[in-house]
């Protein structure tokens, strides 16, 4: 990790909680010293439930989704990304506000199901869904099934018709456009494992294998061009590619998409200083852009879905920890041990994520100290925060790490057989635990000696 040498001009921000902005949950708010979310004491929350813990402010994540659904001059469909955060009482969130929900994978789909959501309503990603898992879906009726490879054109074939169903299905499709963000989340490029190229004449196969099989229905194309983006332009690009390849589907095989799902990957603010597209500045390119481009291509407009998973949940999500000590090596940096780490966020070290921290029972004093949150595994890379600015820290604060509601609960584990955090969703001044933290026998279910 490069960025563990000493930089002797990091500074610490001295920004005031409040002044972290769009970093905050929507309903963050500071009363004397505290940092309070959905109308709780962080603080006492932490001492209640005990640390690590995710927290999540639901009105946050209601918002989210209801600008999303208005951000649109269109007919839109918000599949939210269950990856980026899952469980029940998220499912349930969903269902409320009229979303459809986008599974990678059994498990996803399994936990959908156990909420009780309309399986219509799912749509199944992954880039090599096992036999049984496309069964599974198959047989409990989810909406669309996102093709990702000529084999699983074949295994739906077979699926559906020896259950006598006709699978609508959607062709992801590689626009070849890169979008600005980490490498390791860049999906759309022509060099990917998800999807099938155009240039390679892939795409234009998989249309002809899916119309040739029977059990399958060609509904459209999923695009998805990675995730943290910034920049909204390469969606617009893609869309002319994508009417482009519709045309040819129109002319030559008369199946014209009805529908376009543009996947998701729109950037959050993880820093104060981070500036991403609006919801609404993408609803608005996107409804230009399909207009424009499937103007010429002379088959009726397609339906667009899009799939937001961080943007939803991101922000909404804080996680408490407890300071346990603190090691301040003169001249190089002062290291804040903290109760968690790698095991309930792994974005640091794996993509270099960079996050802001404020101390909840300080929450009203400038963050003028430089310190680097290390976790508590046995990893010099477990680091969650390096140079991050909080206030003057002392042992037994409780520290809040900022926008850590997406990738985090859904990426842990039990490394060093750490136990799972619990999930508490706040809103209007009351805590719920919607996943309880785990405990040793836990650890030990499936252990079978
Ligand atoms: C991960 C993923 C998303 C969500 O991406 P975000 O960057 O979290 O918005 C949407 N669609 C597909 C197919 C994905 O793989």
Redesign the pocket.
Known sequence: MGHLVPNPNAQADGRTTTELGAVLPKTAEVRTSRLFVGGVDLVELARDQGTALYVMDVEHIKHQLTSYKEAFDLDITV?Y?G??FLNKAMVRILAEEGCYL?V?GGGELAIALAAGFDPAHVIV?GNNKTVQELTEAIEAGVGLI?VDCLEEIERISRIATERGIEQPVLL?IKPGVVADTHDY?V?GAEDSK?GFGITDGMAEQAVRTALENPGLKLKGL?I?L????FSIRPYAEALGVLAAFAELMHTTYQCAPEILDL?????IAYQASDEPATIAEYGRLITQHVTEAFGNVGAPEPTIIV??????V?NAGVTLYTVGAIKDLKGIRCYVAIDGGMTDNIRPALYDARYEAVIANKANQARDTLVTLAGKHCESGDMIAVDASIQTPEVGDIVAVLGTG??NATMSSNYNAQVRPAVVFVEQGAATVVQRRETYEDLLRRDLG
């Open positions: 599949a990304a990856k980026a986008d990678s990603h996102v992801r989340i999906t998800f999923h998805h990675g995730s943290q983006i996947g998701g990957g729109l950037g799939e937001p998973g961080r943007s939803i991101a997406a990738y």
